[in-house]
Nanobody, 125 residues
């Protein structure tokens, strides 16, 4: 059984930083895609960053966010810097088993098999 759980969210002021962590269990396939999505109030769910062998970022995240993996993909981090108010959202960790992914999966959240419950990030000024 695959389970994902996010941690590390909270409130921060504009320009600050946060690091989110996704704990992944039960995802044993060699091929996989790990990703971060977010959804703000009144907004559509959007991809922020994803990783398989390589990493990819949304235009908004490029230069500010970094996705990384450790412990044989049981931990997936999203380091966020220079945060803006528009980064305020519920952030979700997601995964696809038995497949690689590419940049276009940032816009295809329905293709992801597994999801964490989400964690709130609030950026205020």
């Amino acid at each position: 059984q695959v389970q994902l759980a996010e941690s590390g969210g909270g409130s921060v002021q504009v320009g600050g930083s946060l690091r989110l962590t996704c704990s992944v269990s039960g995802l044993t396939s060699d091929r996989k895609c790990l990703a971060w999505f977010r959804q703000g109030v009144g907004k559509e769910r959007e991809g922020v960053a994803l990783a398989d062998v390589d990493t990819y970022y949304s235009d908004s995240a490029k230069g500010r966010f970094k996705i990384s993996r450790e412990n044989h993909d049981t931990l997936v981090h999203l380091q966020m810097t220079n945060l803006r108010t528009e980064d305020t959202a519920m952030y979700f960790c997601a995964a696809i088993s038995r497949r690689w992914c590419r940049e276009y999966y940032l816009s295809r959240w329905t293709d992801f098999d597994y999801w964490g419950p989400g964690i709130q990030v609030t950026v205020s000024s």
